[in-house]
């Protein structure tokens, strides 16, 4: 084993432990913040095979932003908190499909990639720039439009609709309230 | 004999590492209730591609890899975005956002 990949165990280690107690927690804020745990461990594996700029955006965006997103939304919706009410009853078959993924792509990479070696060389910043501006300018172009799609398309659902004549008129996206079976 | 100092890392570790997180999100998007937590699911599996493409992408040695990882985490933000909106108008309407209980679609 070289160093980087005792490394590479190490913080992978960690992030496969996180990602398993965000998939079994209890409470939902623990989730939440052993999601940021996985996603800085994420980061780190990034950071350990020499992709530096995109470590620093994981960290930017998913640890920074989209961790803040989700923990606002647990915030205004009440959630209750023990395995009863936030897993449902398949969870046995859940926990099958879900072993029976990992061991097909444990085997498949252990079939195919057995003993084979990154050798790892640092990308700069500046060359992933060029490659984005030179190669995939169109690629970059569609994404910024979808962010701002996306961006428009989340305030006008989540708005809070006001009734011309004054009264206030709920949004009927979703339907009224139906009974609830099972 | 491979020195304790070259800068070398076996590609199946970090294949199985995106595929432990990749199953991890398969079962927390299967057995979860809560909206928020599949979100949660679903922003691990996606994590689980962006290792595979980075580990590719130094595997080929070039840079088309770790670009479009850059991509799958920004369509993954716009996605966060969207499907938080639609979980607070849900809540506002229905004040659950179990997803067992929303099958209004369900025939």
């Known amino acids: 084993m070289t160093s980087q990949e005792i490394a590479f165990v190490i913080v992978a280690g960690i992030g496969s432990l996180a990602a398993l107690r965000l998939v079994t927690s209890?409470?939902?804020?623990?989730?939440?913040l052993y999601l940021v745990l996985t996603l800085?461990?994420?980061?780190?594996?990034?950071?350990?095979?020499?992709?530096?700029?995109?470590?620093?955006?994981?960290?930017?965006?998913?640890?920074?932003?989209?961790?803040?997103?989700?923990?606002?939304?647990?915030?205004?919706?009440?959630?209750?908190?023990?395995?009863?009410?936030?897993?449902?009853?398949?969870?046995?078959?859940?926990a099958i499909v879900g072993a029976?993924?990992?061991?097909?792509l444990v085997f498949?990479?252990?079939?195919t990639f057995r003993g084979t070696r990154i050798e790892l060389q640092q990308a700069k910043t500046a060359d992933v720039g060029i490659s984005i501006f030179r190669d995939f300018v169109l690629p970059f172009e569609v994404v910024s439009v979808l962010l701002l799609a996306a961006l428009v398309g989340a305030v006008v659902i989540a708005?809070?609709?006001?009734?011309?004549?004054?009264?206030e008129?709920?949004?009927?996206?979703?339907?009224?309230?139906q009974e609830v079976r099972r | 004999m491979i020195s304790l100092l070259a800068a070398t890392i076996r590609?199946?570790?970090l294949l199985i590492f995106a595929a432990l997180l990749f199953s991890c999100g398969v079962y927390g998007v299967l057995a979860r209730r809560n909206a928020v937590l599949v979100l949660m699911s679903i922003e691990l599996m996606l994590n689980a591609v962006n290792v595979n493409l980075v580990a590719f992408s130094g595997y080929l040695k070039t840079l088309t890899g770790q670009v479009f990882a850059l991509f799958v985490i920004t369509v993954a933000a716009?996605?966060?975005?969207?499907?938080?909106?639609?979980?607070?108008?849900?809540y506002r309407n229905r004040e659950t956002i179990n997803v067992d209980e929303v099958n209004l679609l369900k025939w």
Not at chain 1, 159 to 167: L, T
Not at chain 1, 169 to 177: A, D, E, K, Q
């Open chain 1, 169 to 177: 008129s709920r949004r009927t996206i979703v339907g009224p309230r």
């Open chain 1, 100 to 104: 029976g993924v990992l061991a097909g």
């Open chain 1, 108 to 111: 498949l990479v252990q079939d």
């Open chain 2, 11 to 13: 590609l199946p570790f």
């Open chain 1, 159 to 167: 708005r809070k609709d006001e009734a011309p004549s004054g009264g």
């Open chain 2, 78 to 90: 716009a996605e966060v975005g969207i499907g938080l909106a639609i979980v607070i108008l849900i």
């Open chain 1, 26 to 32: 209890k409470n939902v804020v623990h989730a939440a």
């Open chain 1, 40 to 94: 800085a461990m994420v980061a780190g594996v990034y950071l350990l095979v020499a992709a530096e700029f995109l470590a620093w955006v994981q960290v930017l965006i998913y640890v920074g932003a989209i961790v803040v997103l989700l923990l606002f939304s647990l915030m205004l919706t009440k959630a209750p908190i023990g395995r009863e009410t936030l897993d449902n009853q398949q969870r046995g078959v859940a």
